[in-house]
């Protein structure tokens, strides 16, 4: 009898195609279901078609952090980092150490609110740059708000001017808790000197929210505007940030 050659598709396969201890799962990826993907479309359609204003936080802050879970269902995170930082702007301003806090935060997703922030930084700081600050007033308001108002302690910068009163430096001299930051009037006075300035705006904010001075406030002017006048640098205002408004030491007659 002749003996038929086995097919190659019937002899016995390798051991190791089957050696089920060593195997490892292997996720298949998965597609979003379809009435999110659909209400994510709907979210990106609207943002496209009106902007920001016509979206809620919890939907701004969807399909940003969308972006780094694009086939996760990110309300329960949205929800819960509202619950935490009351709104959208506290969100993307909050730090590092924090965010990282919230149940269901990782890293990459951190990152992405801080990208946000940095950008909304860079635009209002755009604004105020090569032209002088005094004519462009609301522009550096805007700017200290983006800057400052969220912050949830008392951080203090000092806007240093050229002759033609354009920004040379913004510099942070100093952090401090939620309701006092230790400022020293000659750290201020020698950094203007290393820079060349000829004015200063000092811009400092209250997490409170209130941006009335406290006497320490006023006090810590005074010695700032007094030590730049022995140097022939004028002091042009302090502004004190809150959650959604200002006071202007100038305007307000404290100086």
Same mark, same amino acid.
């Given at each position: 009898?002749?003996?038929?050659?086995?097919?190659?598709?019937?002899?016995?396969?390798?051991?190791?195609?089957?050696?089920?201890?060593?195997?490892?799962?292997?996720?298949?990826?998965?597609?979003?279901?379809?009435?999110?993907?659909?209400?994510?479309?709907?979210?990106?359609?609207?943002?496209?078609?009106?902007?920001?204003?016509?979206?809620?936080?919890?939907?701004?802050?969807?399909?940003?952090?969308?972006?780094?879970?694009?086939?996760?269902?990110?309300?329960?995170?949205?929800?819960?980092?509202?619950?935490?930082?009351?709104?959208?702007?506290?969100?993307?301003?909050?730090?590092?150490?924090?965010?990282?806090?919230?149940?269901?935060?990782?890293?990459?997703?951190?990152?992405?609110?801080?990208?946000?922030? +940095? *950008? #909304?930084?860079? $635009?209002?700081?755009?604004?105020?740059?090569?032209? !002088?600050?005094? %004519?462009?007033? &609301?522009?550096?308001?805007?700017?200290?708000?983006?800057?400052?108002?969220?912050?949830?302690?008392?951080?203090?910068?000092?806007?240093?001017?050229?002759?033609?009163?354009?920004?040379?430096?913004?510099?942070?001299?100093?952090?401090?808790?939620?309701?006092?930051?230790?400022?020293?009037?000659?750290?201020?006075?020698?950094?203007?000197?290393?820079?060349? +300035? *000829? #004015?200063?705006? $000092?811009?400092?904010?209250?997490?409170?929210?209130? !941006?009335?001075? %406290?006497?320490? &406030?006023?006090?810590?002017?005074?010695?700032?505007?007094?030590?730049?006048?022995?140097?022939?640098?004028?002091?042009?205002?302090?502004?004190?940030?809150?959650?959604?408004?200002?006071?202007?030491?100038?305007?307000?007659?404290?100086?």
């Amino acid at each position: 009898m002749t003996k038929i050659p086995s097919s190659p598709e019937f002899r016995e396969m390798p051991q190791w195609l089957f050696d089920l201890d060593d195997a490892r799962p292997v996720q298949m990826p998965t597609r979003l279901p379809s009435f999110l993907r659909n209400h994510r479309r709907d979210l990106r359609d609207r943002f496209a078609m009106a902007g920001a204003v016509a979206m809620q936080d919890s939907e701004l802050l969807e399909l940003v952090i969308s972006r780094a879970l694009p086939r996760a269902d990110v309300a329960p995170l949205v929800e819960r980092l509202l619950q935490t930082f009351n709104d959208y702007n506290s969100v993307i301003s909050a730090p590092m150490i924090r965010l990282l806090k919230v149940d269901g935060m990782d890293a990459e997703i951190a990152q992405e609110l801080k990208i946000i922030e +940095a *950008s #909304a930084h860079r $635009l209002a700081r755009a604004r105020i740059l090569e032209q !002088p600050i005094i %004519s462009s007033w &609301d522009a550096l308001v805007d700017y200290c708000h983006t800057v400052l108002a969220h912050g949830d302690i008392e951080q203090f910068h000092v806007l240093y001017l050229d002759r033609k009163n354009r920004l040379i430096a913004d510099e942070a001299l100093a952090r401090g808790t939620v309701d006092h930051v230790p400022v020293y009037p000659r750290e201020v006075i020698k950094r203007a000197l290393e820079v060349n +300035a *000829s #004015a200063l705006i $000092l811009v400092h904010n209250h997490p409170s929210g209130d !941006p009335t001075p %406290s006497d320490a &406030d006023i006090t810590m002017t005074n010695q700032i505007r007094d030590a730049a006048e022995t140097m022939d640098i004028k002091l042009h205002d302090h502004l004190i940030v809150g959650k959604s408004t200002e006071l202007s030491f100038r305007s307000a007659g404290y100086l």
